[in-house]
């Protein structure tokens, strides 16, 4: 008998009530992602991949990640095993969290404008490459592994039990080890982009009544604030949990006494995807037509190689 037949009939409820919010968000990531590719493929079909659209391929990897989990939110299905669930959930953050790198490599990228030409620092460019592999190490290798790490001996029979012989069963230190890491990896850009936001904050003061600040700039610089406040709770919680579970042997799951609606992670990233894509969604209008709406199409992109 499975937990989910414990639990009854309301945890299927709660499970496609999950599937009906990420699969929706999903779908629509996927078609404003063709409206971005069409744009791209109508000016020429040598035209380089934007930022914008680079974006919006993060966000539908963290959809795909974001639907699977809700397939079997708690695993009570026992549809997923820990690997896959976890494979899920890494591709689920790791999407965010490229899309936070991208975000302030294009924010820096405006501070450090020549003209028309936004320059991206070779060092951030770097650091985004280091990020992003450590990003897949951490929350989808270590996220994996830290299930077979350690055991503890059985009080009964004085016998060695391995984690991989149980079911959801985690090392807690393997588990505290990624946390921390990947928390300090996630300050250090929180951190860019507080400085970001205030650079631009700054720069827009100089700027004359007849040159002041455009709307987008004002955004930039907000954006760059909520940004940094997000980066910072998400750091928290990881920081929280890496020090709590720090010398922790097996972590075990709490029994099925009930079902819960309540999914903190999956409900962050599913309300993180609707506002990001909602807020950046190409118009559809412009869509094939090979036209820019914004002032962006006046400027070139380079790397600084210094």
């Not at 790198?101 to 820096?108: G, K, P, Q």
């Not at 954006?223 to 709770?233: D, R, V």
């Not at 309300?271 to 006046?298: D, E, Q, R, T, W």
């Amino acid at each position: 008998m499975t937990n989910a037949e414990v639990i009854g009939s309301e945890y299927d409820l709660t499970c496609r009530v999950y599937n009906i919010f990420t699969g929706l968000i999903f779908v629509y990531t996927i078609y404003n992602l063709s409206l971005f590719r069409k744009r791209r493929l109508a000016k020429s079909s040598l035209a380089p991949i934007s930022s914008k659209e680079k974006e919006f391929m993060a966000w539908t990897i963290c959809g795909f990640g974001n639907f699977m989990v809700s397939v079997d939110l708690f695993q009570h299905y026992g549809l997923w095993n820990e690997f896959m669930y976890g494979t899920f959930v890494g591709l689920s953050i790791n999407g965010l969290l490229y899309v936070v790198m991208s975000l302030v490599e294009s924010w820096v990228s405006i501070i450090s404008s020549k003209g028309k030409v936004t320059v991206v620092p070779k060092w951030l460019t770097n650091l985004k490459y280091f990020c992003t592999f450590s990003f897949l190490v951490g929350e989808n290798g270590v996220a994996c592994l830290e299930y077979v790490m350690g055991g503890q001996e059985n009080p009964l029979t004085g016998q060695m039990v391995n984690n991989s012989d149980l079911s959801n069963v985690f090392n807690g230190t393997t588990n505290s080890i990624k946390n921390i890491f990947v928390g300090i990896l996630i300050t250090i850009w929180a951190t860019i982009s507080v400085r970001a936001g205030r650079e631009i904050s700054a720069k827009l003061g100089q700027g004359s009544k007849s040159d002041g600040p455009t709307e987008e700039q004002k955004k930039i610089s907000k954006y760059c604030k909520l940004l940094a406040y997000g980066s910072f709770a998400g750091v928290a919680y990881k920081f929280l949990f890496g020090f709590l579970r720090i010398s922790t042997v097996a972590i075990y799951p709490d029994p099925p006494c009930g079902n819960s609606w309540v999914s903190i992670v999956t409900l962050l990233l599913t309300f993180l995807n609707y506002v990001a894509v909602f807020l950046s969604k190409p118009k559809s209008a412009n869509a094939g037509k090979g036209k820019v709406a914004s002032s962006a199409s006046s400027t070139s992109t380079t790397v600084d190689k210094t």
